[in-house]
């Protein structure tokens, strides 16, 4: 798995190691998406951008995107 689109989607969290170690490049997230696991991104090496301006997101879990080395660019909402 290379690609994800969640984005047409109503999922609200995103549980505790969802992709943890994962090959994952890229995401897209919904809107109504409102909270993050912790470790859910961590180890992913080829994903570079984490793009969640556009949701509703209120927490994110510890060690997030620990280790995602890949990472240039993580976009917060104001919400946080």
Known sequence: ??????????????????????AIESITFPA??????????EKCLALTRLALGHTALTAIGDDFCKGSLGLVSVELPPSL
Do not use: K, M, P, V
């Open 32 to 41: 109504s998406l409102q909270r993050i696991g912790d470790r859910a991104f």
């Open 1 to 22: 798995l290379r690609t994800l689109h969640l984005d047409h989607t109503a999922l609200t969290s995103i549980g505790n190691e969802f992709l943890l170690n994962s």
